[in-house]
């Protein structure tokens, strides 16, 4: 529980409450008095209406204490049970957390109590890191968290004059239980502030509870480009790419290298879907198309008979996305199958990135395009990646560099408010204005709040994803369908 400073005179509340299958919003104004504090007058109850309350309340902070009482007709306590809720009172630079002796109120409910957001200037920042720990992308989520925690180090643990304090939850990249996952951190935690996630699916349901709870949101990979199109909002801003950055890039490429019938391979969600659009669209512009598209569930890794409808097909080029483990099986089954030899294997530098060492020789000589090339040779990338090896005896990828961006960004923003998240909206425009002095090289935020990057073109040489070229200079996202 954190409260900075008096509180205003008169608090707005939002309480919502659930209990069995029957719930209830009610909306009440607190007015807050020195002590006892509490009395409201809910929403759609008449004010002073006298009614049974369904359940009394402590409300603990700031030295004072009193009885909050909600009245409701449809709610029945039964045995009691108390259930930390977080009460949030906008207007208030604090967050007070009340136990409600209500039976039938349980963790549904906990995560449906509806905070709006209040935050306060001092004390840590809680830093909610929704990533995945397990499953198919469980590398690239701890390498985000080591990048993220990696600058907030370099910054003596402090961001914007304030300590950081974690918040974990492992996403397992399942979108079906996003919404539950986020609202742990929104609603359970209180965090200031979500970074995450990796995948796409989850990550649109992040981006939806970032709007509806207004809580900032900064997503360190996950390329849904309807995040930063017709999803796109002030509190949301990305440290990574548009999943139709890369793929265009190696559209673009591909014509150029005299493609004209190319074949795409990748999973069946969101991120695979968008880096074919963007990589036919690339390449339509040279007039090489797409001849087929395959694809199979995510995180499914079975291959073989997919590759042997490519052996049948002869296609000039094969476009894939994989990322993670699912990639180093992909890359390995296709050499394997021996496609590598006649027909070059393209795609978002995901298919290589963080997995060369479990490739091997599979990926030698492959061609991708990301906006990071490991041997990128300038004092900013050198020094993070001895900074990064010296932290974690291993060596970053571009799922780092991301993570560290986002603290980067973040930091920039809380710099820019002295570290009060209660200025929101300065807060948020300040992070949209940085150039961002990034491992990768230097990036501008766009209105929709993606990078404008440069896209490099990247040869697997060894252990590295090396820089061949700039594939597309400062490539924004088309942003289709953001009104920002
Ligand atoms: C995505 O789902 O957006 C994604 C996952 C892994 C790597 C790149 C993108």
């Known amino acids: 529980m954190c409260f900075a400073g008096p509180p205003p005179a008169r608090l707005k509340a939002k309480v919502v409450v659930h209990a069995g299958p029957v719930y209830r919003k009610l909306r009440s104004t607190v007015e807050n008095t020195p002590v006892p504090l509490g009395i409201y007058e809910p929403g759609r109850l008449r004010a002073g209406r006298r009614e049974p309350p369904f359940t009394k309340t402590r409300?603990?902070?700031?030295?004072?204490?009193?009885?909050?009482?909600?009245?409701?007709?449809?709610?029945?306590?039964?045995?009691?049970?108390?259930?930390?809720?977080?009460?949030?009172?906008?207007?208030?630079?604090?967050?007070?957390?009340?136990?409600?002796?209500?039976?039938?109120?349980?963790?549904?409910?906990?995560?449906?109590?509806?905070?709006?957001?209040?935050?306060?200037?001092?004390?840590?920042?809680?830093?909610?890191?929704?990533?995945?720990?397990?499953?198919?992308?469980?590398?690239?989520?701890?390498?985000?968290?080591?990048?993220?925690?990696?600058?907030?180090?370099?910054?003596?643990?402090?961001?914007?004059?304030?300590?950081?304090?974690?918040?974990?939850?492992?996403?397992?990249?399942?979108?079906?239980?996003?919404?539950?996952?986020?609202?742990?951190?929104?609603?359970?935690?209180?965090?200031?502030?979500?970074?995450?996630t990796v995948h796409s699916g989850v990550a649109l349901a992040m981006a939806k509870a970032a709007k509806d709870n207004n809580t900032l949101l900064i997503i360190p990979n996950a390329g849904a480009d309807a995040i930063t199109g017709p999803m796109c909002g002030p509190n949301i801003i990305r440290t990574s790419f548009s999943n139709w950055q890369p793929g265009y890039a190696m559209g673009v490429v591909a014509g150029q290298r005299g493609v004209k019938r190319a074949m795409t391979l990748t999973w069946n969600y969101a991120a695979g879907a968008e880096s074919v659009k963007g990589f036919a669209e690339g390449l339509e512009k040279s007039g090489g198309k797409v001849i087929k598209e395959l694809n199979l569930p995510f995180p499914n890794v079975e291959f073989q008979a997919l590759l042997t409808e490519i052996a049948a097909q002869k296609p000039d080029a094969v476009y894939s996305f994989f990322a993670g483990g699912g990639a180093v099986k992909f890359v390995k089954d296709y050499a394997a199958a021996g496609l590598n030899k006649t027909i070059p294997l393209y795609g978002p530098g995901f298919l290589t990135d963080g997995t060369l060492e479990a490739q091997g020789a599979a990926a030698q000589g492959m061609l991708t395009t990301l906006h990071y090339a490991d041997n990128l040779d300038t004092p900013r990338n050198n020094t993070f990646r001895k900074n990064y090896a010296l932290a974690y005896k291993a060596q970053p990828d571009v799922y780092a560099v991301q993570g560290y961006d986002a603290a980067q960004v973040l930091a920039a923003g809380l710099k820019a408010v002295n570290g009060d998240l209660s200025k929101r909206d300065q807060l948020s425009a300040a992070m949209r204005k940085v150039t961002v002095d990034s491992p990768r090289g230097k990036f501008t935020i766009s209105p929709a709040g993606n990078p404008v990057q440069d896209i490099f073109l990247r040869e697997v040489k060894g252990n590295n994803n090396e820089f061949r070229s700039v594939a597309v200079k400062a490539l924004s996202d088309p942003a289709r369908g953001c009104r920002l």
């Not at 909050?68 to 977080?86: C, E, F, G, K, Y």
């Open 59 to 196: 409300l603990r902070g700031h030295g004072a204490e009193g009885t909050l009482r909600l009245l409701s007709n449809d709610v029945q306590p039964s045995s009691a049970q108390h259930v930390p809720i977080t009460f949030i009172l906008s207007g208030a630079r604090s967050m007070h957390t009340l136990r409600l002796a209500c039976g039938a109120i349980g963790v549904a409910s906990l995560l449906a109590a509806a905070p709006a957001f209040a935050q306060s200037a001092t004390g840590p920042i809680k830093i909610g890191l929704m990533l995945p720990y397990s499953g198919t992308f469980a590398a690239l989520g701890n390498a985000i968290e080591n990048g993220f925690r990696l600058h907030v180090q370099e910054q003596g643990g402090k961001l914007g004059g304030r300590e950081v304090q974690y918040f974990k939850v492992d996403d397992e990249s399942d979108p079906s239980k996003a919404t539950d996952n986020v609202n742990k951190l929104i609603k359970r935690d209180n965090v200031d502030v979500l970074v995450g």
